[in-house]
């Protein structure tokens, strides 16, 4: 479409603007141009400026946008094409925009005001092979509705399509239009920004001046939030020791929830393959798939991580007749010799294995041409044997067979060889490798070390699968919990969205079965019925949701997995359980729906359909709904809006933020509605692992505390990361095949679960003398009792200079003291503990969390 430039531009704009007389005429109105430009690739979305003649631009915030596009993938896709904004008869305003060049689908966001938007809509506009590009609505007086209408190019030709709408989420079906029926509002604005374009509408001044307070009000807190003990120096100079006190306030005591610290668990940088789950061995079930990379990656297949030793032995990977068709890969190992030729599996960074510990092996193998006996044996990285056994492939159907492996020497990366004695064929899945020391003693159970750290943090629930793991990347990717239950070799494995292989080996099952172990409460989340809105597989993000007719079987599989959990063994899932070794019930309570979805017009249909069917079924289990990735904006008003009108008990809110946000946000639950659901604040991070990020979330668990009516349950998140496999930074533990690194996030998390009190008592930090916000803002406090009669006060001092807490009355006596103080950039730092004798009043050294329990 050719662009106009400005003059003529904005005569075209003004003379045929769709906005009602009242603002094109008003008086003291301006113009505002509203555009998107490449300088950002176009994912910087809808940018501002204002005009009071259409001469002369003022770009007073040229970096900062009031929408951006969130329509596909992250990276190369939520893109804003050419933005076409106008304001509707009802005053609202609409952005419609290309999101890219080849997808029939065009968006839409509307608004008030420019500055809160509602849940962007991407309307079907074509089929697929079509794009949609340069979308536009006009206001059609005589059927008091838009037509919306773009163009189409293919192979060079261009057609213009069209459709109605007058409410800009319903649209009618769309037919070719006149090419005459658009107009030419889009304009460039070169003194603006050269690659820019847009559409130029009028504001009244108040419009004007409001986004003008906004854009300062954003200014402001990005600076503040930018914040690190970098600027202390600068900000605290010639700060002298703070005198303070927990002062009484006009607050009532609040019961706090004995949930209020659980773990967040997903398989995320190998939390559970390669990580949580014992197995040793890499890619057991040969069901590696070149698109769990998406391709980026050809070797990672059915045979990565195997490899053959000598040449009197060779592997194929076939897939003719599994086990099992959900696992459908398997190895043909043929040996031509009696000599030491072997099929070997290097684990994952080696096979770590300890000196006298037991290893299970076990396989399923397959001798199609007769007997054929194996070695197993486990060799150092010289190729010296550490341990050796015994097994035959002598049935011509699959079988398993076991032996046990005792090391008798300590390495950390070994190798597993399945070495044939005789020449002939062999096949071979499920091989398996697991250490017997696991947590709880579990079979196909958990890494102990690790499972021991996350236990030491004493969490009251634990949330799984995930995270996206759970609505997974495109429909085909969504997690199903069925597919992770029973034998190991019926389960379907998937790709996972973090790009690597889910064997399901940990799955629902076992995941209760962990709870139970922590005495911890599950709480499954299951997707909403829509995939992740940052989809890249088998379309861009927003991919629709489970069909409709599909609907009805996908709720069923939900109300199932309560019968899993909680039936009784005369129901089918009831007794599915209990075949799986486990006859009393797991005694769910909880059933997350949804995980920070976009709260589109698809995922609230499906989201409702889901309550209403879990509500009527199980009306005991607390849904715990979605507001959405952040703790503002368009997913999150309306994530509340849908829970507090179908009246969702409790909604999970995530958001991963700078650790100023926290420290300057410590008031966020204060002022939070008391009359709408709880609060799960399902995922928050600090975006680091320094000391002074793990102070600034202790200072917020207190604010948390004294919002504990409002808020019933907190996951710190990721919780698990392999050291040179993560997929996101920070998480709160790291490991290696050896090692686990709590890191200092963790351990104030450990504190808070381990010194959780059952009612806050209304004790607030005063400062004496000082009234310096910033300097307020750095201590924070906590006083609770606990069921026990211990009385707890948590102490944060974020500055750097030592603080003088006087303590309110009652508070005096013996008292257990944990301190974890170091220099705010400290990554490894472990709390001291000591027993102390307390009267009146404690020093908080520099940058420290002190927790007193008396
Ligand atoms: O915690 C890591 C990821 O962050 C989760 O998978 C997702 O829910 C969030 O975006």
């Not at 003379?15 to 555009?35: G, H, I, T």
């Not at 809160?116 to 509705?145: F, H, K, L, M």
């Not at 067979?401 to 070495?419: F, G, H, N, Y």
């Amino acid at each position: 479409m050719k662009k106009l430039h400005f003059k003529a531009a904005v005569l075209a704009a003004v003379l045929s603007s769709v906005a009602p007389a009242v603002w094109a005429e008003a008086p003291d109105s301006v113009y505002v141009y509203l555009y998107a430009n490449t300088v950002d690739h176009r994912h910087g979305g809808l940018h501002w400026a204002w005009s009071a003649d259409g001469e002369r631009w003022v770009s007073e915030f040229p970096d900062q946008s009031l929408v951006k596009s969130d329509f596909g993938a992250w990276g190369s896709q939520k893109m804003m094409y050419s933005p076409y904004t106008l304001r509707g008869e009802d005053g609202l305003w609409h952005v419609l925009w290309g999101v890219n060049e080849n997808t029939p689908t065009f968006a839409v966001a509307t608004s008030r005001n420019l500055i809160d938007w509602e849940p962007q809509v991407y309307p079907q506009a074509g089929v697929s092979g079509e794009n949609c590009i340069d979308p536009q609505a006009v206001y059609d007086a005589g059927t008091r509705s838009y037509l919306v209408t773009w163009e189409t190019v293919a192979e060079g030709d261009t057609a213009y399509v069209g459709c109605m709408t007058s409410d800009f989420h319903n649209f009618s079906a769309w037919r070719t239009v006149p090419g005459n029926t658009r107009d030419n509002r889009r304009v460039h604005i070169p003194q603006v920004s050269p690659t820019a374009s847009g559409t130029v509408c009028r504001i009244s001044r108040d419009e004007l001046r409001l986004l003008q307070a906004n854009a300062r009000a954003t200014a402001y807190t990005d600076a503040l939030y930018r914040e690190t003990y970098r600027d202390d120096s600068r900000l605290f100079a010639g700060l002298k020791p703070v005198k303070a006190r927990m002062q009484a306030s006009d607050r009532k005591p609040v019961a706090i929830s004995d949930k209020l610290i659980g773990i967040f668990f997903e398989d995320i940088s190998r939390a559970a393959d390669g990580g949580l789950y014992a197995e040793l061995l890499q890619n057991r079930d040969f069901e590696y798939n070149p698109h769990d990379l998406k391709g980026r990656k050809p070797e990672w297949n059915a045979s990565y991580a195997w490899s053959t030793d000598g040449s009197s032995v060779s592997f194929a990977i076939d897939s003719v007749a599994p086990i099992h068709p959900n696992n459908p890969h398997y190895a043909t190992l043929t040996s031509t010799a009696s000599s030491d030729g072997a099929l070997v599996n290097s684990g994952l960074d080696g096979i770590p294995v300890s000196k006298g510990a037991r290893y299970d092996f076990s396989a399923f193998v397959r001798a199609p041409k007769g007997k054929l006996p194996l070695k197993v044996e486990l060799v150092d990285k010289s190729g010296s044997v550490i341990a050796s056994a015994k097994i035959n492939a002598s049935a011509k159907n699959w079988k398993k067979q076991s032996a046990v492996l005792t090391p008798d020497a300590s390495v950390a990366d070994a190798r597993l060889r399945i070495v044939p004695t005789a020449p002939g064929v062999v096949q071979l899945d499920m091989v398996s490798l697991f250490p017997r020391d696991t947590f709880h003693g579990r079979r196909n159970g958990l890494r102990r070390d690790l499972a021991d750290t996350i236990a030491a943090l004493n969490p009251r629930f634990v949330r799984f699968p995930g995270g996206c793991v759970t609505h997974g990347d495109g429909l085909g990717n969504i997690y199903n919990w069925k597919n992770t239950i029973g034998p190991l070799e019926a389960r379907k494995p998937m790709r996972n969205i973090w790009g690597y292989h889910q064997s399901m080996g940990l799955g629902y099952h076992e995941y209760f079965e962990f709870c139970e172990d922590l005495g911890a409460e599950p709480l499954p989340v299951i997707a909403a019925g829509v995939p992740c809105q940052n989809s890249s597989d088998g379309g861009h993000g927003q991919q629709g949701g489970v069909p409709m007719e599909d609907m009805p079987a996908y709720i069923q599989d939900i109300l199932d997995l309560v019968e899993y959990a909680n039936g009784s063994t005369d129901t089918r899932w009831g007794k599915e359980r209990a075949r799986n070794g486990h006859p009393a019930p797991f005694n769910l309570k909880y059933l997350g729906i949804g995980n920070e979805d976009l709260i589109s017009d698809i995922f609230e249909e499906r989201f409702t359909m889901i309550y209403n069917a879990v509500k009527e079924k199980y009306p005991d289990i607390t849904v715990v709904g979605t507001a959405g990735p952040f703790h503002s904006g368009s997913d999150y008003d309306a994530g509340w809006r849908i829970a507090a009108e179908l009246g969702v008990p409790v909604v999970d809110e995530h958001y991963y933020e700078a650790p100023a946000w926290f420290i300057y946000n410590n008031s966020y639950y204060d002022g939070y509605d008391r009359n709408r659901g709880k609060v799960y604040l399902g995922e928050y991070a600090s975006r680091g692992n320094e000391l002074f990020n793990a102070l600034a979330e202790a200072a917020y668990l207190c604010g948390i505390e004294r919002n504990a009516d409002v808020v019933e349950m907190t996951s710190y998140a990721p919780m698990l990361a392999r050291e040179g496999k993560t997929n996101w930074n920070p998480d709160l533990i790291y490991f290696t095949g050896t090692e686990v690194h709590p890191t200092v996030n963790y351990h104030v998390q450990k504190l808070f679960g381990n010194n959780m009190g059952s009612t806050w008592l209304p004790f607030e930090v005063a400062l004496e003398g000082n009234a310096n916000p910033k300097v307020a803002a750095r201590i924070k406090g906590s006083a609770s009792t606990a069921a026990d009669g211990s009385r707890i006060v948590k102490l944060v001092n974020i500055l750097p200079v030592e603080v003088s807490m006087e303590l309110p009355d009652g508070f005096s006596g013996d008292a257990t003291v944990t301190t974890l103080a170091g220099e705010p950039s400290a990554r490894q730092l472990s709390p001291t503990v000591s027993r102390k004798t307390i009267s009146g009043a404690v020093t908080l050294a520099p940058y420290s969390f002190t927790v007193i329990r008396l």
